[in-house]
């Protein structure tokens, strides 16, 4: 299982995508690709800040793409068990003088 952070997904939506990021996501089995609800509502929240239009409707459609066909809704959800190890991620890298982002620290859960 592969699960694809918010920076990955937004790489594959660039007009010039990394060469690098490209050829290691055509490598991986298609049903080894999985992400977050975190990860998915990330994507969402930017592309509804961009103005309505060409653009935002292209990435619109692309975003989709990538959701239904090359993730294949494989979305892990944010569910009790997650905010449990979410907690223990805070507060350990808290403690450890390692503070992370919300965001991430749910996507890690």
Excluded: C
Aim: charged content about 20%; glycine content about 6%; proline content about 6%.
């Amino acid at each position: 299982m592969i699960i694809l952070d918010t920076n990955v997904i937004s790489e594959l939506l660039t007009p010039a995508p990394n060469a690098a990021v490209i050829g290691w996501f055509a490598a991986q089995h298609p049903t080894s690709i999985f992400t977050t609800a975190v990860t998915e509502a990330e994507i969402l929240y930017g592309l509804r800040l961009l103005p309505e239009g060409r653009r935002r409707r292209d990435l619109e459609a692309a975003i989709l793409l990538i959701f239904s066909e090359d993730i294949g809704g494989r979305v892990l959800p944010f569910d009790r068990d997650a905010s449990n190890v979410y907690a223990a991620i805070v507060t350990d890298r808290r403690k450890a003088g390692r503070p992370i982002s919300q965001f991430d620290a749910q996507i890690a859960a």
